[in-house]
């Protein structure tokens, strides 16, 4: 439990210095965008199964995110949802958006499938082979497995992505574009 602990930490820390590299200061300083939302508490459980993934009996409903800070020079937005602790070590991609306008600054709860993104927005495809959001829906018994929700200040407006790129193509697109980025982690788990 403790070694998953620690190698989950450092996980996280590996990503953050992904999304630094390339020459931009993105975690550190005063170029990291603050990420916050109502639905959801940085290291806190998920307040209900409204956002977890029907096939574990939620509602599959996206959380609302708002993000503050954002750099000069920023042209759109992304947003990557990753579970590190799926996959047999690999993680798994729940949510992967691009093409948000520089002029948005949040995406309301629901926005994934109620037509409440801005136009141009595309989302790519989940490790559950779906476009759009995907909520959690970790193996029943798990310990609670940690969300990584991640919004990415680009300095390209179109990305060179489609509706098919993965969570693992887009991330590392992402990075290469990244003025600035920052995360929300939450937690979930089935008993």
């Not at 990244?178 to 979930?188: Q, R």
Request: aromatic share 8%; with cysteine; charged share 15%.
């Amino acid at each position: 439990m403790k070694k998953r602990r620690v190698l989950v930490s450092l996980l996280l820390s590996a990503i953050a210095a992904l999304v630094a590299s390339d020459g931009h200061t993105v975690m550190a300083g005063s170029t990291s965008l603050r990420v916050e939302s109502h639905s959801l508490r940085e290291g806190a459980g998920l307040p209900s199964t409204r956002f977890v993934d029907g096939r574990c009996g939620g509602e599959n409903v996206s959380p609302d995110i708002f993000w503050r800070n954002t750099p000069k020079g920023t042209k759109s937005f992304a947003l990557t949802m990753f579970d590190p602790d799926a996959g047999g070590g690999r993680g798994w991609w729940h949510w992967i958006v691009f093409g948000i306008p520089a002029s948005v600054g949040n995406l309301p709860e629901g926005a994934s499938r109620s037509g409440g993104m801005p136009a141009g927005v595309v989302q790519g495809t989940g490790d559950f082979g779906e476009n759009g959001y995907q909520g959690p829906c970790p193996p029943q018994g798990d310990t609670p497995h940690h969300y990584v929700l991640t919004v990415y200040a680009l300095d390209e407006a179109n990305v060179a992505l489609d509706a098919t790129a993965t969570g693992a193509k887009a991330a590392v697109l992402f990075r290469q574009h990244a003025l600035a980025a920052g995360s929300i982690v939450f937690l979930y788990g089935r008993p």
